[in-house]
């Protein structure tokens, strides 16, 4: 396969005026006109490529003349004017057979699209570019009560739709869709008086969980406009629903097209956590609105400017209408599991990747998640106000245009007047970097001294200094804050910053909110740990300072058998009582690191880890926390009973997600009969769920198993909870056993990629059971990956990232995975997308 360089980069030689598309719906053949105005930009290359992938090219004219294409099975080439000319095809197209789910396909019965990145070339020819930006009209003629499309409708009769989207977008943020929907609608009026019609179309039956998604758009729309002054800039605003998705959701223009899992919720089928998430997407896409479609990506490299801000945005959101501590512990826990992981293994790219052969393969936790931290740490180091300044500019310079990262740093540096360049190494250098931290106390002057290393790799093979915003504040030894938190800029390899006036040598709190993605490799002293567990003003490293306590005990478990730490329980009963913490805050500090975080600690200081002794360690952690305990855990139970009617905002769910760990060490103590109890009267998802784990964890579930699949057998998203948990809640030895046993079940539809996610998605998630000594949970994963690849290779591929981590086991465990590794790797016309991963992981 063909690699793709960002230095490569050209712009295309032809500017589009208008687009038309012309859809006559079919499932096995669709027709699709295209009507495409090009006219020739003066300078650059003339060559005339259109990009067209599993199209059959019926008749194609340029003014109105029949030609006749160069045609491959990347696109098509054509002798063209050289003046401005009007493009016309006719393809067929088979979205019955498309089970890829890029491009125009069929789910349940509906038509629907899927475009970014490179799917609108499986729907016509086209330039199918980001820099590339026009204004489209869109008819579609098709059987179907709800025909849709981008921007705003024109007409509608009986089986005929058209739409026109006034704003010049790429071809990527193209959608339609077809089908036989019911619509949950409302309206929004931007604050300039422009009354929006909202819709969320979902299949009928799914009426009831429409209400909570609609509210968080009409959220995320104030927010917008409230925090960044963006308004929406079209008369309606469409959502909907669809059951096959490889991904979240999509944000294309006016026509969001969501996983069903990412917009439905009710409290009787949906977790807190489902709430959560359907806020946090439904805000995502729509910020995408200024952020990636109004200004969009020059080319893919540049795919961090839309993502690594929208998500950046996103969190913002989040933080506003919850409990920011707890979003940002939240988010640092998974930027932790997946990113770091990512940067330590053999994925590791920059922000800004230089290079790839499939860029779906990049749409990874460090071009989002890394890239919305590095976002962060602008708006740290030029202050709240420059920040928003520097927003606005880029809003106002940049509208409608394809940009860069270079364009967007210029907009901070013309609003700050500091230079960047420096700063702009976290987009060009991969790897995470770690930082030591020294202290020195000398006649009242306090110093502290930070060194940062960056270690070489395959993409930086030459890492300089990076510029990293150290927030830091100082205790005194009574628990008092003696210097409030402010930013230590760190720009050199080894610098120093010294505090004067302090009458007792203080305990330092580094990295607070952690205001950078790095590792701090020389932890604090045990009882420093201790002490800011007590003492930290700053909530993050308060849950630091426990986070450490408890992962430097199960260290000790796994390596010399020794007993659960007493200092940490200690400290931890303290702050469980303390009821003026936010149960869902006390919530995460129960919480114990997970076992592949535990997995990463022991491989960075150059130990194998074995994941037995870790499931072990864990597990004794938690019988240790319930006996520790026990005389706590009854009343915390019942204080966090939530009594009023169910409603997912931070309060409840926070309480709920208390009372629920809380009630797995009961079952621990006491036996399962409250689990039981809990579950059978349950009257919303997260209790009914979360008892029915703990029964499954006690091997008291059998039962309650039976009775939730009766309950809810025609759901298909609490259906998905139902396959997944079971897998979740496996011991090591059950995990393959359990999963393949789930593969026979008569609703195991392994095409539906929210299915095959629940089931295999839980076994790659689960450290001890997918690194069997046996190799089981290998062998089973590779031979559904292999089944898969010819159909969804998208899936596929993003599935093998659960492989980045073999190189760090015992040789048995490399050796099984090597074999299972291969085995995928010899299967004849694997994937472009499977090759690519595995490859990278192979190494
Ligand atoms: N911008 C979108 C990313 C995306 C995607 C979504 C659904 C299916 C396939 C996809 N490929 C890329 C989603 C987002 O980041 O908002
Ligand atoms: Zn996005």
């Known amino acids: 396969p063909q690699t793709v360089y960002l230095k490569d980069y050209k712009p295309f030689g032809y500017d589009i005026d208008s687009v038309q598309l012309d859809f006559d719906l079919s499932p096995h053949a669709t027709r699709v006109k295209s009507r495409i105005a090009f006219r020739p930009k003066p300078t650059s290359d003339r060559r005339f490529f259109l990009h067209g992938e599993q199209l059959k090219l019926i008749a194609a004219r340029i003014d109105g003349a029949p030609v006749t294409p160069q045609v491959n099975a ?152 409230a925090v960044y002054g963006r308004e929406y800039d079209l008369d309606i605003f469409n959502i909907v629903a669809v059951d096959d998705f490889n991904m979240g959701a999509m944000e294309n223009k006016g026509l969001n097209v969501f996983n069903s899992s990412a917009v439905l919720a009710s409290p009787e089928t949906s977790t807190d956590m489902n709430f959560q998430r359907v806020e946090a997407i439904i805000a995502h896409e729509y ?85 919305s931290e590095v976002i962060g740490m602008l708006r740290r180091l030029v202050g709240a106000q420059a920040y928003a300044e520097a927003l606005d500019l880029y809003f106002e310079r940049h509208d409608g245009q394809a940009c860069t990262i270079e364009d967007w740093l210029k907009v901070f540096e013309d609003t700050t007047g500091r230079d960047l360049g420096q700063f702009k190494r976290w987009y060009s250098q991969a790897g995470t970097p770690r930082i030591k931290v020294e202290d020195n106390w000398n006649s009242n002057t306090y110093t502290l001294t930070f060194t940062q290393h960056l270690k070489p790799s395959a993409t930086t093979p030459d890492p300089k200094p990076q510029v990293i915003p150290i927030v830091t504040g100082l205790l005194a030894p009574s628990g008092q804050e003696v210097v409030a938190s402010r930013v230590l800029e760190l720009t050199e390899a080894q610098q120093s910053f010294t505090f004067e006036g302090l009458t007792e040598r203080p305990v330092p709190s580094v990295l607070r909110g952690f205001s950078a993605p790095v590792i701090l490799e020389n932890k604090r002293a045990q009882e420093h740990a201790a002490f800011l567990l007590a003492h930290d003003t700053d909530p993050f490293n308060r849950w630091e300072a426990g986070r450490e306590l408890a992962r430097d005990s199960l260290l000790a478990m796994i390596r010399s058998g020794a007993a ?86 931070a309060a409840q769910s926070g309480q709920r997600s208390l009372a629920n760990a809380v009630l797995r060490l009961l079952c621990l103590n006491d036996g399962p009969d409250r689990a039981q109890a809990q579950f059978d009267t349950a009257d919303n998802m ?150 690519e991963m595995l490859e990278r992981i192979r190494g």
């Open 74 to 225: 990347q696109g098509l080439m054509c002798d063209v004017p050289d003046g401005p000319f009007i493009w016309e095809a006719e393809v067929e197209i088979d979205p019955a057979n498309n089970t890829a789910l890029e491009g125009l396909y069929m789910s349940g019965g509906m038509y629907c699209t899927q475009c970014e990145a490179e799917g609108f070339r499986k729907i016509t020819y086209y330039p199918d570019r980001p820099d590339v930006m026009s204004v489209f009209t869109v008819r579609i003629n098709g059987p179907h009560p709800v025909l849709l499309s981008n921007g705003n409708p024109v007409s509608q009769a009986d089986g005929v739709a058209e739409w026109h989207d006034p704003w010049p977008k790429p071809a990527y943020l193209f959608a339609l869709v077809a089908g036989d929907l019911v619509a949950h609608a409302d309206e929004f009026t931007t604050k300039s008086g422009r009354k929006v019609d909202l819709n969320l179309y979902v299949r009928p039956g799914d009426e009831g969980k429409c209400a909570f998604g609609m509210q968080a758009l009409k959220d995320s729309m104030k927010w917008d406009e």
């Open 287 to 371: 910020f995408h609105n200024w952020t990636g479609n109004r200004i969009t990506c020059r080319d893919w490299f540049q795919l961090c400017l839309k993502e690594g801000l929208t998500v950046y945005r996103d969190s913002q959101f989040t933080s506003d209408m919850r409990s920011a501590a707890v979003k940002r512990i939240g988010d640092v826990i998974d930027l932790r599991a997946r990113q770091f992981a990512e940067d330590q293994g053999p994925l590791s790219h920059p922000v800004r990747p230089e290079s790839f052969q499939e860029i779906n393969n990049f749409y990874t936790a460090t071009v989002y998640e890394k890239g």
């Open 564 to 649: 659960p730490d007493l200092g940490y329980l200690d400290g931890l009963a303290k702050v469980l009582s303390d009821t003026t913490l936010d149960p869902a805050y006390r919530a995460l500090m129960l919480a114990l690191p997970g076992q592949t975080d535990i997995a990463t600690a022991l491989h960075d200081v150059g130990e194998t880890p074995d994941p037995d002794a870790i499931w072990s360690a864990h597990e004794t952690m938690i019988e240790a926390q319930a006996t520790h305990f026990a005389e706590l855990l009854p009343a915390l139970f019942a204080q966090n009973q939530v009594r009023e009617a169910y409603r997912p905002n």
């Open 686 to 835: 997260t209790q009914q769920l979360a008892a029915l784990a703990v029964l499954l964890r006690a091997n008291a579930g059998k039962d309650a198993l039976q009775s939730f699949e009766t309950q809810w057998k025609s759901d298909r998203l609490v259906m998905d909870k139902w396959f997944g948990l079971q897998v979740m809640q496996a011991a090591p030895a059950d995990v393959a056993e359990t999963a393949q046993a789930l593969t026979q079940h008569p609703d195991f539809n392994w095409k539906n990629p929210n299915r095959f996610r629940a089931v295999f998605g839980s076994l790659a998630a689960h450290h001890a059971g997918l690194n069997s000594a046996d190799g089981a949970g290998y062998k089973l994963l590779a031979d559904w990956l292999i089944k898969l690849d010819p159909v969804n290779p998208q899936t596929t591929a993003r599935m093998c990232a659960a492989f980045q981590t073999w190189r760090r086991y015992d040789a048995e465990r490399q050796a099984l995975c090597a074999t299972q590794l291969d085995r995928i790797l010899a299967v004849p016309d694997l994937s472009r997308d499977t090759s």
